[in-house]
């Protein structure tokens, strides 16, 4: 998911217009639905729908969400859940107070048992309630943030969140870190928060600092304060943030994620050399890895396939029969550049591997004479539990089989992936970064109960 919220200095200015531009500069973290809560005179309004950021704002919705104080989302679901009553921004009522929850991440606890009306609380309104009960008549920044540290330390997990009391900005993270999270200034005093830095880019307003793991950060008009949770935090971003899921352009831990994802491709090239005509990446997530391949490779870098620029990512869609169908609408041959060509194909990761399957197939029918496939990431063979939505581990296509044996699967001439210690070179972190997915070592562990309703 993505999340964001901002507080405007400027009594003329809308909050509202400035989360749509952040909202829709964190699309690609969430397709299914978009939402905006923004604070008028105390009150909070919300609203969100299923979709994505442009079918669901125009211009009159913005221009009715009044206020200098909002916050917004775009959902991935995970846990199966794609109904409407799960689009997000959550706006909870208690003892005639409202808050208003934003939430990138998954809870790792036990499932709560159900609420009298028989349904089981989602996380996001988990953390409402905690929060809202917590809150209590906290006016200050200082007591908000206390309040707040409060109602999440009991909570295990991934939590990035932004939140709003009706009169604050608020934001924090779980102890370890999982989503990323950072805030912004505008140059007149305003303030932002954000999934990632381009979304500060795009309203104008410089990156000021990370939020850190198990932060808890309040902002007000004349005021700011930060509170902690309790316990130890631990640096643990979610490694495929690098890999595959955050912006090329953002900046994570001080790195641009681009310039990590070709170091991937040029140490690839290195561990993993093959004889080729051409290197060519799987549009879009592939791409700056083959162009580090190609570079450390000396091999010429070209175009393989198009992909329609008008379809977002086909991961996330349920069922095998139309995800084949969405690969199919989303990328197609350039025969011409293929033709006879023994190609190196970089991609960012293969999860079940239908995507992979396809390609290879399309670009043989095209006329490549050789697909040699190149994995920037190592295998993936644990589900996530902290805010990715990945198959249990029998659709995972590296839990099954071996490495040559996938390349049969797949259809490739060969196939090699990156090992992790490159992975974390090209990264740059040696402190940290959660892995699980690929090594099985789960930073926090995980309920049985929240295993069993994850990654379904
Ligand atoms: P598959 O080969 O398993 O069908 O698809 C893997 C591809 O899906 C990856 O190359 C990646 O670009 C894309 N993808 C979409 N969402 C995700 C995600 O949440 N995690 C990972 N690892 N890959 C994803
Ligand atoms: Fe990221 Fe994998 Fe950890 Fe999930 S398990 S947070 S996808 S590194
Ligand atoms: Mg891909």
């Known amino acids: ?9 400027s009594e003329d200015e809308q909050a509202s217009f400035a ?51 909002a916050i917004g989302h775009t959902r991935y679901a995970t846990a199966g859940d794609r109904g409407w009553e799960n689009a997000q921004p959550l706006l909870h009522d208690h003892a005639g107070a409202q808050i208003a929850v934003a939430h990138n991440g998954n809870l790792t606890d036990p499932p709560q048992t159900p609420a009298p009306n028989g349904r ?6 988990r953390i409402a309630a905690a929060v809202a009960e917590a809150l209590g008549s906290a006016t200050t920044p200082a007591a908000v943030a206390e309040a707040v540290a409060h109602a999440l330390a ?45 979304a500060l880019d795009v309203v104008g307003a410089s ?46 831990l001080g790195r641009e994620v681009h310039g990590t994802r070709r ?22 997530s592939g791409i700056p890895a083959a162009e580090g391949y190609a570079l450390a490779s000396g091999i010429p870098y070209g175009q393989g396939l198009v992909k329609n620029r008008y379809i977002g990512r086909t991961f996330i869609n349920p069922g095998a029969a139309q995800r084949r169908q969405a690969i199919r609408r989303k990328l197609n041959a350039l025969e011409d550049n ?7 194909v970089v991609d960012d990761s293969i999860v079940r591997g239908a995507t992979t399957r396809q390609l290879v197939a399309l670009l043989r029918q095209a006329g490549a004479a050789e697909v040699h496939l190149r994995i920037s990431s190592p295998p ?56 699980a997915c690929l090594t099985g070592a789960y930073p926090e562990t995980v309920s049985e109960a929240a295993a069993a309703g994850a990654g379904s």
């Open 120 to 125: 089981i609380p989602s996380d996001t309104e």
């Open 1 to 9: 998911c993505g999340v964001f919220g901002v507080l405007v200095a």
């Open 207 to 252: 990156f000021e600092r990370e939020v850190d793991p198990g932060e808890v950060l309040v902002i007000g008009d004349d005021a700011q304060a930060s509170s902690s949770l309790p316990g130890p935090h631990f640096q643990h971003l979610c490694v495929f943030e690098f890999v595959y899921f955050a912006r090329p352009d953002a900046k994570l």
């Open 338 to 344: 293929v033709r006879g060509k023994r190609l190196v």
């Open 380 to 435: 993936y063979r644990w589900p996530c539990y902290y805010g990715i939505d990945t198959p249990s581990r029998p659709e995972l296509i590296a839990s099954r089989l071996s490495v040559d044996e996938i390349a049969q699967e797949l259809g490739a001439d060969s196939l090699a992936y990156l090992p992790l210690a490159h992975l974390r070179d090209a990264v740059g972190v040696t402190h940290g970064c959660c892995d």
């Open 263 to 284: 170091r991937m491709g040029e140490h690839l090239a290195r561990v993993a050399p093959v004889e080729a005509d051409m290197v060519m990446g799987v549009p879009d």
């Open 154 to 198: 009991p909570l295990h997990g991934a939590f990035s969140l932004v939140m709003t009391d009706g009169q604050h900005l608020i934001a924090a993270r779980d102890r370890h870190g999982f989503r990323p999270l950072c805030v912004g200034r505008f140059p007149d005093g305003g303030w932002v928060v954000a999934s990632e830095t381009p």
């Open 19 to 69: 989360v749509f531009d952040g909202l829709y500069a964190l699309q690609h973290r969430g397709q299914e639905s978009a939402g905006i809560a923004a604070v008028d005179d105390g009150r909070i309004t919300v609203v969100k729908d299923l979709g994505l950021v442009a079918s669901v704002f125009d211009e009159a919705t913005l221009r009715a969400l009044r206020g200098r104080l």
